[in-house]
């Protein structure tokens, strides 16, 4: 049985790079692969206990050059590259999988070092500078969800990698064969509305602002259609402001 060693680095909750993680290691395991997660936060370990190995605790200190946000934990980042030195030691893994840049930066010189194989998944577009402190360009293989992403890493730092779009439960997320107006109802909405959702963190990344501005220039002309964004984040105030000013 072949054993990959899957690193993954996040806050404690679960978003969408956390989702496609927990889908990898189901998926893994299906494949007949014995998968050893190693984390820095608990908060997946519900949905992956029954499907991983065994599941390590490790921290991710980022080395960035970035003006103000430069940071520099050279001590912590050394102390967790022995941590995952000693971890690639006991399990010996056939591959080490990165889920994200932040990961890669400590696996790929440890990969080097034990003579295994890094693969990095690279969920979003970056700063040019990022995908080489991350050490992406000299992962073994990169792989992204669009090819958007991969256009921009190709761009941006000449990384180039496979495609592979996130999975989708087609059990879990269907349509309904009734729809629940209740919502509806609360929000104003009538029946005939044509409502635009978007899920997801209210950062700056994710471009929520030219969303706002794109839609706002089509409302005038389709009056039924609505834009309803359900997240949280730093961005949260500046676009209600946004949406006032958009009227």
């Not at 256009?151 to 087609?170: E, F, I, L, P, Q």
């Not at 997801?200 to 990344?205: M, T």
């Amino acid at each position: 049985m072949k054993t990959v060693l899957m690193l993954h680095y996040g806050d404690n909750g679960i978003r969408g790079s956390e989702v496609c993680f927990i889908e990898s290691v189901k998926a893994l395991r299906d494949a007949g692969f014995r998968t050893i997660v190693v984390r820095n936060q608990p908060a997946m370990d519900k949905f992956i206990q029954a499907n991983a190995f065994a599941i390590e605790t490790l921290q991710y200190p980022e080395l960035m050059l970035d003006g103000i946000q430069s940071q520099l934990p050279i001590l912590r980042y050394v102390e967790s590259l022995f941590g995952l030195r000693k971890m690639i030691s006991r399990w010996q893994p056939d591959i080490i999988y990165a889920n994200s840049g932040l990961p890669c930066q400590l696996a790929v010189p440890m990969g080097r070092a034990a003579k295994v194989p890094v693969l990095c998944h690279f969920h979003h577009p970056a700063i040019k500078r990022a995908y080489y402190l991350w050490l992406v360009k000299f992962a073994d293989a990169v792989f992204f969800p669009s090819q958007y992403t991969r256009d921009h890493s190709m761009h941006k730092a000449g990384v180039d990698g496979r495609v592979v779009h996130n999975g989708v439960d087609t059990q879990v997320f269907k349509p309904l064969a009734v729809r629940d107006s209740a919502l509806r109802s609360r929000l104003g909405l009538s029946a005939d509305s044509i409502v635009v959702g978007q899920v997801g963190a209210l950062v700056p990344h994710k471009r929520p602002q030219l969303l706002l501005k794109t839609f706002a220039s089509i409302a005038s002309e389709v009056p039924q259609l609505h834009l309803c964004l359900v997240g949280k984040g730093p961005l949260e105030n500046e676009l209600r402001e946004q949406v006032a000013a958009l009227g």
